[in-house]
């Protein structure tokens, strides 16, 4: 059998997720070579400035789908949350893998929770949804930018630079680092990002005999419920400059949908939910959008 390319970013979390990726591979077809092929991206690369300010998560994408349509590389393997709702034609998902933690980390060298911080303690994250949910619970608090790894971002935390900082449950996880978890934040308190603790593989359109090879990777039950939330998503015209949460539950062959809209600058958000046939992930996605638009979510999206 051919060698199998996987794209992936240089993170260390990005390479243990394409590593799990091309193990799981190996496993499901036993023989199949699987090299990763590691690249910097724009949105690695440029780490003074947001991404709402330089054009979103999709940097994150660019270099490795240039890679696949270059020839250089047959897949590449992402946070689904990085993905955008829409991909070019030339691409889509593969497979996504089942899903992990969804929620955020509260991090902090002294303080055990949110609550536990003092006035005017200073918290990093660069997400606006985050950033924006911080505000709402403790309006007290100075909100300040952080991007960078996630080993980056940590040894910042220790060095005192932050009070606090807010990240992934998953990608800590991943690596181990369960330990510097002080407390979770969950629904229906706290959302996470669309798809947030699934990972996807992206492959070319064109090329089937790459596709099918991770449909044994595939995870159905995680499958229908990140399509509910990127449905949704995809109906607000939502983006990383807008705070935008969803986060899907199966229960049986039903499924709800909880989705959360805000608006940095009026420090306002609202919410919707839908229940519906888990087979009709997208229509559950839509409801869920058009009751935040009945609240009014065009003027916090402002479209």
């Given at each position: 059998?051919?060698?199998?390319?996987l794209a992936?970013r240089?993170?260390?979390?990005?390479?243990?997720q394409?590593?799990?990726?091309?193990a799981?591979?190996?496993?499901?077809?036993?023989?199949?070579?699987?090299?990763?092929?590691?690249?910097?991206t724009r949105?690695?690369?440029?780490l003074?400035?947001?991404?709402?300010?330089?054009?979103?998560?999709?940097?994150?994408?660019?270099?490795?789908?240039?890679?696949?349509?270059?020839?250089?590389?047959?897949?590449?393997?992402?946070?689904?949350k990085d993905?955008?709702?829409?991909?070019?034609?030339?691409?889509s998902?593969?497979a996504?893998?089942?899903?992990?933690n969804?929620?955020?980390?509260?991090?902090?060298?002294?303080?055990?929770s949110?609550?536990?911080?003092?006035?005017?303690?200073?918290?990093?994250?660069?997400?606006?949804?985050?950033?924006?949910?911080?505000?709402?619970?403790?309006?007290?608090l100075q909100?300040?930018?952080?991007?960078?790894?996630?080993?980056?971002?940590?040894?910042?935390?220790a060095?005192?630079?932050?009070?606090?900082?807010?990240?992934?449950?998953a990608?800590?996880?991943?690596l181990?680092?369960?330990?510097r978890?002080?407390?979770?934040?969950?629904?229906?308190?706290?959302?996470?990002?669309?798809?947030q603790?699934?990972?996807?593989?992206?492959?070319?359109?064109?090329d089937p005999?790459?596709?099918?090879l991770f449909?044994?990777?595939?995870h159905?039950?995680t499958?229908?419920r990140v399509?509910?939330?990127?449905?949704?998503?995809?109906?607000?015209?939502?983006?990383?400059?807008?705070?935008?949460?969803?986060?899907?539950e199966?229960?049986?062959?039903?499924?709800?949908?909880?989705?959360?809209?805000?608006d940095?600058?009026?420090?306002?958000?609202?919410?919707?939910?839908?229940?519906?046939?888990?087979?009709?992930p997208?229509?559950?996605?839509?409801?869920?959008?058009?009751k935040?638009?009945?609240q009014?979510?065009?003027?916090?999206l402002?479209?």
């Open positions: 059998m051919k060698t199998l390319r992936t240089e993170s260390t979390l990005a390479l243990w394409t590593s799990h990726v091309a799981l591979l190996r496993a499901a077809h036993p023989g199949l070579q699987v090299e990763l092929v590691p690249m910097t949105g690695d690369q440029i003074d400035v947001s991404l709402s300010k330089i054009g979103g998560k999709g940097l994150f994408l660019k270099e490795l789908e240039v890679a696949m349509l270059e020839g250089r590389a047959d897949a590449a393997v992402h946070s689904l993905v955008p709702m829409q991909l070019e034609p030339e691409f998902l593969a996504v893998l089942a899903r992990d969804p929620f955020d980390a509260f991090i902090s060298e002294q303080y055990a949110l609550e536990d911080l003092p006035v005017a303690a200073v918290v990093g994250t660069s997400s606006q949804r985050r950033q924006l949910q911080l505000k709402q619970l403790r309006p007290d909100v300040r930018d952080l991007r960078g790894n996630i080993n980056t971002r940590l040894a910042k935390c060095a005192g630079e932050y009070d606090a900082i807010i990240l992934a449950c990608g800590l996880e991943r181990g680092l369960h330990s978890i002080r407390a979770q934040l969950t629904a229906p308190q706290w959302w996470p990002a669309v798809a603790g699934a990972i996807a593989v992206e492959c070319r359109s064109n005999e790459t596709t099918v449909s044994a990777l595939n159905g039950p499958e229908l399509r509910a939330e990127r449905a949704m998503n995809l109906a607000l015209h939502g983006s990383c400059h807008v705070p935008v949460a969803g986060y899907a199966l229960q049986g062959e039903r499924m709800r949908l909880s989705g959360w809209v805000g940095a600058g009026q420090l306002r958000s609202i919410s919707a939910e839908a229940e519906g046939d888990a087979a009709q997208e229509a559950i996605g839509r409801m869920v959008a058009e935040l638009f009945a009014g979510a065009a003027d916090l402002r479209l």
